[in-house]
């Protein structure tokens, strides 16, 4: 498969800490992809990154792209109750056709 | 605007009825796709449409589902007949080209008894 693969499944942290989220996988890709979903909603798109990117920010989101290594981070910094949510990375293989990873579940406790 | 719209929310329906889920993308945008997430599976591409036209429907689990795209403002995607394995959230999302990022509805969580 070439799904992407998340890490950890599931994370839960104080309000205030950061959050890290990594992504791996397993062939070459055109850009990777970082969407949330609350639970019950549908994605929301927080970031994406090109295959010749190495780190891209966005407000509190940090992500770095590894293509040697073929795996992804997302950094949440000074995390906040509102950012519990499910985080997956989605891999653009072949312009259009993105492959979405299981998800980690994110909790954030206030 | 108004973002990807998708009816209904929520839909609960009997094994061997027939399920027809709609959406309309963001206006301008020329790419449509349709999802399925699942628990066991996660979030899988069924089809996807540029410009009206079906581009890929490899991910289209077999002849009981099929998908229109009559105008660029809508799109159906039908289950006939439905069975209880088909249970899941159907997401519909929409971009402004093909490597441009997707926006995706709210979904539609399909119960069938």
């Known amino acids: 498969s070439q799904q992407g693969e998340e890490d950890p499944q599931a994370l839960s942290i104080q309000e205030g800490e950061n959050a890290t989220m990594n992504c791996s996988y397993k062939?070459?890709?055109?850009?990777l992809q970082w969407y949330r979903q609350n639970s019950g909603r549908g994605l929301v798109h927080l970031i994406l990154?090109?295959?010749?990117?190495r780190e891209k920010h966005s407000g509190r989101l940090r992500v770095t792209l590894d293509t040697s290594k073929k795996s992804s981070s997302l950094l949440i910094t000074a995390s906040r109750a509102a950012d519990t949510a499910s985080y997956f990375c989605?891999?653009?293989?072949?312009?259009?056709?993105?492959?979405f990873g299981k998800g980690t579940l994110l909790t954030v406790n206030p | 605007d108004a973002g990807v719209i998708q009816s209904p929310r929520h839909e609960v329906t009997e094994m061997g009825q027939e399920v027809t889920l709609r959406c309309k993308p963001i206006?301008?945008?020329?790419?449509l796709f349709w999802y399925r997430q699942t628990m066991m599976r996660g979030l899988e591409l069924l089809i996807y449409?540029?410009?009206?036209?079906?581009?890929?429907d490899s991910g289209m689990p077999e002849d009981r589902f099929s998908a229109k795209m009559p105008n660029a403002s809508f799109s159906t995607l039908k289950i006939q007949p439905s069975e209880p394995r088909d249970s899941a959230v159907y997401f519909c999302?929409?971009?402004?080209?093909?490597?441009?990022?997707?926006?995706f509805g709210p979904g539609t969580r399909l119960t069938v008894l």
């Open positions: 990154i090109r295959s010749n990117e």
């Open positions: 062939t070459s890709i055109n850009n």
């Open positions: 999302a929409s971009s402004l080209g093909t490597e441009d990022t997707q926006y």
């Open positions: 206006s301008g945008h020329n790419s």
């Open positions: 989605a891999t653009d293989y072949s312009n259009y056709k993105l492959t």
């Open positions: 449409f540029n410009n009206n036209v079906p581009i890929d």
